[in-house]
C-alpha cells in the first residue's frame, strides 16, 4: 500500500492500516527516541505516545511527495522526546567542566569510517541529556543555534557551548574506541 492510500485509510480509522504505518516506521522513529534519550524503554514510552499523536492528527497531514510522511512523522517524535525532556526538567545547563575533559586532537575524517554506527550512536547515547540533546537537533535535525535556543529555553550561546562540548566528548570517546581497537 503506498502512502497516500496508507494515510487515507488511517484517517478512516483502519487499524490495519494504522498497523502497517507502525510497522513501517516504528524502527526508525524508535532509533531517534532512544538518541534523544538514552533509554530504550522511556523511548519506547515516547514512540507510543508519538504514533497515538499521530493517529489523533493524521487528518492535518498533507502529503508533499515522497518521504513527507517519514519527515512528518519524524518531526511529531522529535517533538515528543523534546516534550518528555522538558518535563523531566532536564538540565540543560553545562554537565560537565571542561577541565575534565582532556585535549584530543582531531583525527583524519577517513578514520571515523573504521567506526561502527552503531558504536558512534551509543556514544553520542552516553553523553550528558543536554548536550545529547543539543547534538541531536543540530547534526541529525539539522537545526541552527537560534532554533535550538528557542525550541529549548536556552541562549544561542549556550547551544553553541553545549555543542562544542559535546563534540569534545565524542572525540574522547572515539579516541578511547581506536586506542581500545589497536590493542
Known sequence: MNETELVKRCGKGDN????????RYAGQLLAVCIRYTG???????ILHDSFLNVFRSIGH???QGEGSLKAWLHRIVVNEALGY????SVS???????????DVEDSEED???????????QFVQELPSGYRTVFNL???EEKGHKEIARLL????????????????LLMKKVNQYRKQMRR
Open 138 to 140: 543540530y547534526v541529525f
Open 61 to 63: 497531514f498533507v502529503y
Open 92 to 102: 540543560l545547563s553545562h554537565e560537565v567542566v571542561m577541565d575534565d575533559i582532556p
Open 16 to 23: 490495519l492500516a494504522r498497523k502497517q504505518l507502525y510497522e
Open 111 to 121: 578514520d571515523w569510517e573504521t567506526i561502527p554506527p552503531k558504536v558512534i550512536l
Open 85 to 88: 525532556l522538558r518535563q523531566q
Open 39 to 45: 533509554d530504550r524503554e522511556v523511548a519506547q514510552d
Open 153 to 168: 529555553g536556552i541562549s544561542e550561546h549556550s547551544s553553541s557551548s553545549q555543542l562544542s562540548r559535546a563534540r569534545a
